[in-house]
Every structure is written in C-alpha cells, then in structure tokens.
C-alpha cells in the first residue's frame, strides 16, 4: 500500500505563489512510478494538473496551467512538489496527489486526502 498525504495548501491573493507536496510512504515507489496533481473544485468535476514519472521524465501539463505550475521530486525524500505561480482565481480548488505503481497502468490507484488552495482576488 501506497501514503500520500499532501500539505502546503492555503490562502494567496491572486498573481501570488504556493508549493505543495506530496509525501509518499508506505509502499515501493521505483522508476516505474507515475504520480499525478489532481483538482477539484466545488461543484466540478475532478480535473488533471500534471504528471511526472518517478524517473524524472515524461512530465505533462494541462494546458490551463503550462508556464506557471512546475512539477519536481525528491528521490531520497519520496517527495514531490508542484510549484504554483501567478496563481488565478480559478485556480482555487481541493489539490490531490495521486500514483500508479506503474505508468502503464489505466488508474490511480492510490490518493491523498488533499489539500485546500483558495485565490482571492
């Protein structure tokens, strides 16, 4: 089994910045991992942000967040960090972390709590 516990959310005025992480323990993160930024907001559906294979390659972002959000990890730490500038107020929404033991699977199979990111404006 997979942990995944999130932290780093908050309140920011917009054009401001966050970083969140995503502490993972609890099970086998290798090379083969995937882990993914998720978002949800009141009322909407569940939407991708980014990913990034454990290996530190094939990262992929949504368009509504390209140039602002940066995807890293930490291999020693198991950690990963989505850096989020120039925030807007649509980006407000619940962050989750997500991982596939493997990038070829179909699902995340494992979740965090999330973490709450409000922008004012």
């Known amino acids: 089994q997979v942990q995944l516990v999130e932290s780093g959310g908050g309140l920011v005025q917009a054009g401001g910045s966050l970083r969140l992480s995503c502490a993972a323990s609890?099970?086998?993160?290798?090379?083969?991992?995937?882990i993914g930024w998720f978002r949800q907001a009141p009322g909407k559906e569940r939407e991708f942000v980014v990913s990034?294979?454990?290996?530190?390659?094939?990262?992929t972002y949504a368009e509504s967040v390209k140039g602002r959000f940066t995807i890293s990890r930490s291999n020693a730490e198991n950690m990963v960090y989505l850096q989020m500038n120039s925030l807007k107020p649509e980006d407000t929404a619940v962050y989750y972390c997500?991982?596939?033991?493997?990038?070829?699977?179909?699902?995340?199979?494992?979740w965090g709590q999330g973490t709450q990111v409000t922008v004012s404006s």
């Open positions: 997500a991982a596939k033991t493997h990038y070829l699977n179909l699902e995340y199979s494992y």
């Open positions: 990034i294979r454990w290996s530190g390659e094939g990262t």
């Open positions: 609890g099970g086998t993160i290798n090379r083969y991992t995937m």
